[in-house]
């Protein structure tokens, strides 16, 4: 099993992990949370996240650690950037819920599959579902409300 780390700013790590539990309740313990706050330095973050990784890579049944992170060049990707070593780590970037959610999915399979599983979660769940908004779509012959107010 791979262990995640997720590291955003403040409070979307947090808020994304309790989605997780939300639809994996059993998931709590692959699935860490760092909230990078803006009063703290990169290097407390860093020593948090260390710490993290460390725990997450101890755990008898874990094979790898996939960070998470939400924007590319933002504080906590370059955190995670010195963070993880490619081998027994790796780090995505542009976390979404569906990425997580596919992360959680699949943790079991190699790291290596892993991530290319995120990666296709994250920009599958991404679409434009509606090009217009029903409100400015136009009225059908067979509509009865004559109550709405058009402007």
């Known amino acids: 099993m791979n262990a995640i780390l997720l590291i955003a700013h403040a409070p979307l790590a947090h808020a994304l992990r309790a989605c997780a539990l939300h639809v994996f309740p059993d998931c709590g313990e692959a699935v860490t949370a760092i909230d990078v706050q803006p009063n703290l330095s990169p290097d407390e973050t860093l020593s948090t996240a260390r710490i993290a990784l460390q725990q997450a ?11 998470l992170t939400d924007i590319f060049g933002a504080t906590p990707s370059n955190v995670a950037q010195r963070l993880v070593d490619g081998v027994g780590s790796r780090l ?3 976390v979404n819920l569906p990425m997580l959610l596919r ?16 990666v296709v979660g994250g920009t599958q769940g991404v679409m434009q579902v509606a090009i217009t908004a029903p409100q400015n779509q136009p009225r059908r012959p067979h509509d009865q409300d004559h109550h709405d107010h058009q402007q």
């Open 57 to 67: 890579s101890r755990q008898p049944q874990v094979k790898g650690v996939l960070v």
């Open 103 to 118: 992360a959680v999915s699949y943790r079991h399979e190699s790291l290596d599959a892993l991530v290319q599983r995120a």
């Open 92 to 94: 995505i970037t542009g």
